[in-house]
């Protein structure tokens, strides 16, 4: 869509309105920079006469600014509803909260929304995030495999994934924040 958008862009800048128009910011921009560089600039040479496109940049001017300080206020009050916004609910082995906003609806972030889904039916290792949490899961995969939960066949390929987060796990953002390491 934005890729789009800059096309369309591009070609309307090549139309006779859109070169007079892009033309007229220019000037318009020039202009601004004058009247901040020069206050003199405001009343030339000390006459009073009024023309109305000096009153018609002026007025682009202040309307200009009125609708930065409307968005800066809008900003600010959207910032504050993000500051304000539920957490996420996951508590980390650490007894640390996950401090992302949660999912509309639900208790969970994005990430652990999605770490929730892939949670197995027969045995839940729980999330693999952290060192702790992937000694955990090794606690409960020999558990299974002791209480016969867990098809032999699987045992190895479960052994080769803990593998794996256990190698992962250092290299991930969420896994450096449950360990107290990020910046």
Known sequence: MHVLRHNWREAWEETPQ????????????????????????K????????????R?????LYEGKEREGKREEQDQRN??????????????LSGDRCQAPRKRGKKLCRMHERMEETTPVKIDLGPLEDPDSIQLAI?????AIVDGVVDPKAIGQVTNLLQVAAWNVTRTSFGLEAMGEAS
């Open 79 to 92: 910032l504050e509803k993000a500051r304000q916004a539920p957490r996420c609910q996951h508590v980390f």
């Open 18 to 41: 859109g070169k007079l128009c892009v033309e007229m910011y220019q000037k318009f921009q020039e202009y601004k920079k004058l009247m901040e560089e020069d206050p003199g600039a």
């Open 139 to 143: 606690q409960k995969l020999l558990k």
């Open 43 to 54: 009343r030339p040479h000390g006459i009073e006469e009024d023309f109305p496109e000096h």
């Open 56 to 60: 018609l940049f002026l007025e682009a």
